[in-house]
């Protein structure tokens, strides 16, 4: 997987040479528009390795789907938040939104997921620190067994509704409302489980979805959404459809000093982050209107250790002068450092806009607490 691949723009022009075990690499990889041979045998090994992982995830489901694998409850309305696919589909916005919304109704709510990659100091990952910050007195319980976490939540922590982060594909809990966030940038992961795509289970999984979301829906065209919801509603046909859109809400650096995002505006940036999708990032970037010089992608849960941050300052040193060096709140947990290379280190704090469908959501989250 050592190869090569030249990136280009609309315009036919090379950008940058990229290697595929980067990010950016293996979508180029998988998505077929690497070309040659070497590509299109890594394709065909990585096909072959498909197989075996969709047998094995359609065997587990198929067990819970004909009752000879139990689904545990547990005494409240529990709220999953989770994707069909690998990478970033903007749940903790969502995940954060959905947590105000029971608060602001008097009710007492705690946040469980599996803590993958969580740092071994403090036992917590990268989007439990972001949520934390985001929602500093909601409890939040990182268990590999999310069945014992929400029955902990219950009963020491009081919780009255339980919200599930990154669920879709954990089926020992019973649910009451399952979300799933479909990312309009890729929504269909390349339309191949992994590791030959970025789908987590087969498509035909939608269909246990009570709504499906379609994020970052201003980022592609009506007719664009028009074909992605034709799609989606034969493939689950059931679930409430919302969009949402991801709105810059605000800077924020590691010391938590805030300032507005429009001050980045027109402005010269250098960004870089380490999430599932670096395009939701861009697009982001776009919509508020900075002039992107340089841009970096690291792998999604990326440590960001110091041997990273002097890679990062020569990085900076290199590219043209900028007004400030920009991250997502998810990288921006791992730096205790308000400047690199002398350039502010700022983190775009982003939050969810609906642009249809939220009356309908909220009248399925009333239902559930009334």
């Not at 528009?33 to 072959?48: I, K």
């Not at 508020?288 to 960001?304: I, Q, S």
């Not at 709140?329 to 350039?343: E, M, N, P, S």
Request: proline share 6%; glycine share 8%.
């Amino acid at each position: 997987m050592g190869c090569q691949t030249a990136r280009v723009d609309g315009n036919g022009v090379t950008l940058t040479r990229l290697p595929v075990r980067s990010p950016a690499g293996f979508h180029d990889l998988v998505s077929g528009r690497l070309r040659g041979w070497p590509a299109s045998l890594a394709r065909g090994l990585l096909r072959v390795a498909e197989m075996p992982y969709t047998w094995a995830v359609l065997y587990r489901n198929g067990r819970f789907a004909r009752g000879r694998s139990p689904v545990l409850r547990v005494p409240v309305p529990v709220v999953s938040v989770g994707n069909i696919t690998a990478g970033g589909t903007g749940k903790t916005p969502m995940v954060a939104w959905l947590a105000r919304w029971f608060l602001q109704r008097k009710l007492r709510v705690a946040l469980v997921s599996r803590g993958y990659r969580a740092a071994r100091a403090e036992g917590w990952n990268d989007e439990a620190r972001e949520l934390r910050q985001r929602l500093p007195d909601v409890p939040h319980l990182q268990h590999a067994d999310r069945v014992a976490a929400a029955r902990l939540a219950v009963e020491r922590e009081r919780a009255q509704v339980v919200l599930l982060d990154d669920a879709f594909q954990h089926r020992r809990i019973h649910r009451d409302l399952d979300i799933v966030l479909i990312d309009a940038l890729q929504p269909f992961g390349f339309r191949h489980v992994l590791p030959r795509g970025l789908l987590r289970e087969p498509l035909r999984g939608l269909g246990r979805a009570d709504a499906v979301g379609l994020s970052r829906a201003d980022a592609v065209s009506a007719e664009q959404r028009q074909e992605l919801w034709r799609e989606l509603r034969e493939l689950a046909p059931q679930a409430l459809p919302f969009e949402i859109a991801h709105h810059p809400a605000a800077l924020i650096n590691a010391q938590g000093t805030t300032r507005p995002a429009e001050v980045l505006a027109q402005q010269p940036v250098a960004a870089f982050c380490g999430i599932g999708n670096p395009d939701g990032f861009r697009h982001s970037l776009a919509s508020l209107g900075c002039n992107v010089v340089a841009f970096r992608a690291f792998p999604d849960h990326h440590a960001f250790r110091s041997q990273d941050r002097v890679e990062l300052e020569q990085w900076i040193a290199r590219q043209p002068p900028v007004t400030a060096l920009v991250c997502t709140c998810k990288d921006l947990v791992k730096f205790d450092v308000i400047q690199l290379a002398h350039r502010p280190l700022w983190a775009l704090a982003v939050e969810i806009q609906f642009l249809s469908g939220q009356d309908q959501l909220e009248t399925r989250l009333r239902s559930l607490v009334d």
